[in-house]
């Protein structure tokens, strides 16, 4: 992967979410400016992309498993609605 697109991806992601460097990067458990420095500094190393990577897949499932739970306690309640 080229170092650029990396820096310009997590810039345009960060903006989308609506959050600054420094919430991003406690966000994901890091120090305050870590953000700051992946995207104006060296090339982010490969595992940070990876952990970056695997917390949002873990936050989907996370999603995901509570819209199913929400699926599941409106249609006991009120039956399913797609019949």
Partial sequence: MNADFIRERITELRLKKGVSEHQMSMELGHARSYIHGSVNG??????WVESITKKRVMHLKEQRKTAKKQM????????????
């Fill in 42 to 47: 060296p090339m982010p190393k490969m595992a």
């Fill in 72 to 83: 599941k306690f409106r249609d006991k309640k009120y039956g399913r609605l797609d019949r």
